[in-house]
């Protein structure tokens, strides 16, 4: 990508959405951030060499306006917490992202980048590391629907103009970050629960219903 491409940011009002703006706008490369119900940082919206569109995943009119002239998108824009997480994250991981992509490819977008997680490979060990294989089992309805979206992006781009990039990247959450912040009012309304696994040699912090040790 050159300094003059306009890189689209989906979930640009997030907290890593954000993050990665404000370091490509240091960069002085164009960005184009793109957000729904959650306003934009004010910063960002202030900041020179930056455009602000707003669209809607689930209306593929919204997502071609927002997507057209965009050398590269990178996608963060997703819902993180809500009850019956098997109910709306076949939805809005992958028939939202399949909006996206459509959008992408019919605007000939360079190259199109996934933000993507370890987990998509299920448990994983020192012994057993993740491998960047497509064809594992994950556990975890979002890590089911996140490969499905791996597999995706690789599938429809395969002759064509447009680079897959799928970035599984390992995360360090803390306070002030929307996922811990959300989990913590699940949480709190009892509809959240998280259990420890039952491997002997690891020991995972806990979080049972209506309290929260993270």
């Given at each position: 990508?050159?300094?003059?491409?306009?890189?689209?940011?989906?979930?640009?009002?997030?907290?890593?959405g954000?993050?990665?703006?404000?370091?490509?706008?240091?960069?002085?490369?164009r960005?184009?951030?793109?957000y729904?119900?959650?306003?934009?940082?004010?910063?960002?919206?202030?900041?020179?060499?930056?455009?602000?569109?707003?669209?809607?995943l689930?209306?593929?009119?919204?997502v071609?306006?927002?997507?057209?002239?965009?050398?590269?998108?990178?996608?963060?824009?997703?819902?993180?917490?809500?009850?019956?997480?098997?109910?709306?994250l076949?939805?809005?991981n992958?028939?939202?992202?399949?909006?996206?992509?459509?959008?992408?490819?019919e605007?000939?977008?360079?190259?199109?980048?996934l933000?993507?997680?370890?987990?998509?490979?299920g448990?994983?060990?020192v012994?057993?590391?993740a491998?960047?294989?497509l064809?594992?089992?994950?556990?975890?309805?979002?890590?089911?629907?996140?490969?499905?979206?791996?597999?995706?992006?690789?599938?429809?781009?395969?002759?064509?103009t447009?680079t897959p990039?799928v970035?599984?990247?390992?995360?360090?959450?803390?306070?002030?970050?929307?996922?811990?912040?959300?989990?913590?009012?699940?949480?709190?309304?009892?509809?959240l629960?998280?259990w420890?696994?039952?491997?002997?040699?690891?020991?995972?912090?806990?979080?049972?219903?209506?309290?929260?040790?993270?």
């Open positions: 990508m050159t300094v003059q491409s306009t890189i689209l940011i989906t979930g640009a009002a997030g907290s890593l954000s993050l990665l703006a404000r370091y490509l706008i240091s960069g002085q490369h960005v184009r951030l793109m729904h119900r959650t306003p934009l940082p004010v910063d960002l919206t202030r900041a020179p060499g930056v455009e602000s569109v707003r669209a809607d689930a209306d593929p009119a919204s071609a306006a927002a997507v057209a002239g965009a050398g590269a998108v990178v996608h963060f824009a997703g819902v993180l917490f809500k009850p019956r997480p098997e109910r709306f076949p939805e809005t992958t028939h939202w992202f399949s909006n996206l992509l459509t959008a992408a490819l605007a000939n977008v360079a190259r199109m980048v933000i993507s997680f370890p987990h998509v490979e448990p994983t060990s012994e057993r590391p491998t960047g294989r064809d594992r089992t994950p556990i975890s309805v979002h890590a089911q629907t996140r490969l499905e979206e791996e597999r995706l992006l690789f599938a429809r781009t395969r002759d064509t447009t990039v970035l599984r990247l390992g995360m360090v959450y803390g306070r002030g970050v929307l996922m811990i912040d959300a989990a913590h009012r699940l949480a709190k309304r009892h509809l629960g998280v420890r696994e039952l491997i002997p040699e690891l020991q995972y912090p806990t979080l049972e219903t209506g309290r929260s040790t993270l």
